[in-house]
């Protein structure tokens, strides 16, 4: 069974930085494309940046230079470093996993089929 557990997630101010870790298990997770996402009160879940298999990695352009998705193949750990944090990346952080082995990157969220349950990011001005 997948399972998809964030942590790192906290209140800071703004220009301020934190990483953010998946801890994955019940799949292989070196061969699946991963990603993160997030969701601000009364907005649509949004994808922030993904990662294939291979560690080719995209992201949304609001975000391009300031965040960097990594993996840890090895202890199936997801990573996403943040820096020069706004008010605006406040949010529930989530990661999420694609259904299918050697499936490409995405940041469209119908393409996942795996959650975790998200950790709070807060940023204050």
Not at 14 to 41: I, K, T
Not at 81 to 88: A, K, T, V
Not at 91 to 96: D, G, R
Request: net charge neutral; glycine share 12%; with cysteine.
């Amino acid at each position: 069974q997948v399972h998809l557990v964030e942590s790192g997630g906290d209140s800071v101010q703004a220009g301020g930085s934190l990483r953010l870790s998946c801890a994955a298990s019940g799949f292989s997770f070196n061969v699946y494309s991963m990603g993160w996402f997030r969701q601000a009160p009364g907005k649509e879940r949004e994808g922030v940046a993904t990662i294939d298999f291979n560690g080719r990695t995209s992201y949304t352009n609001s975000v391009e230079g300031r965040f960097t998705i990594s993996r840890d193949n090895t202890n199936y750990i997801l990573y996403l470093q943040i820096h020069s944090l706004r008010p605006e990346d406040t949010a529930i952080y989530y990661c999420a996993a694609r259904g299918a082995r050697w499936a490409g990157y995405s940041l469209a969220a119908s393409d996942y089929d795996h959650w975790g349950q998200g950790t709070q990011v807060t940023v204050s001005s």
